[in-house]
């Protein structure tokens, strides 16, 4: 019989929330093995065991991100309108992750190219949350609403929309506050219907 596992899932999740927490407060310079474990309450041990590394511990967090992410729009109640599900995905799913979690809307983004298992893993849990779009983008067009154009490019094209929106605002560029989710509904709108043409 092998030895228990000593680190459990949910020690795992106090050390990608202090991880969070940190990056937050400091960015990737206040992030630190030691300094994760301290705020966890747990030693040094339990992150390398979790994570090899320092950055197993990053990228581990960035796939967590996308995971939030996914779990966030997949969620949201679909309605009668496929367009207006689309665009509550985007505003009510990416920008209110984005919002509440800036290091992991930085780090997803930052970590999503690297070649690498680490970087694979965070590329894979990427497109589980954009399948989440997807799907909601799928079910527009099937219902007449995009014109004849690819399922794909649309995708693309609106998570990227969303992404541009999600780091202007969270520079305080955009309008004053309380236009800022009507300037994401009629860019989003916009760009969904004119698609029908």
Do not use: N
């Not at 605002?169 to 916009?190: I, K, N, S, T, Y």
């Amino acid at each position: 019989m092998g030895r228990p596992r000593e680190h459990d899932e949910r020690t795992r999740q106090a050390l990608l929330d202090a991880a969070e927490e940190l990056l937050a407060e400091g960015g990737e310079a206040a992030l630190s093995v030691r300094a994760v474990a301290d705020r966890s309450g747990v030693s040094t041990r339990a992150v390398y065991s979790l994570f090899g590394s320092k950055e197993g511990l990053l990228f581990a967090l960035a796939e967590h991100g996308f995971a939030l992410l996914a779990e966030l729009v997949e969620k949201l109640p679909q309605t009668a309108d496929p367009i207006d599900d689309v665009v509550s995905a985007c505003i009510h799913g990416f920008r209110r992750w984005a919002l509440r979690h800036p290091p992991l809307f930085r780090l997803a983004f930052d970590r999503l190219v690297v070649d690498s298992p680490e970087g694979r893993r965070v590329s894979a849990a990427g497109r589980g949350a954009l399948d989440q779009l997807r799907a909601r983008v799928k079910r527009a067009r099937d219902a007449g609403l995009l014109g004849a154009r690819d399922l794909d490019e649309v995708t693309v094209e609106v998570h990227a929309l969303c992404e541009g929106l999600a780091t202007v605002e969270r520079r305080g560029r955009m309008l004053p506050r309380r236009a800022q989710e009507r300037a994401w509904r009629d860019a989003l709108e916009a760009l969904l219907r004119g698609l029908r043409r």
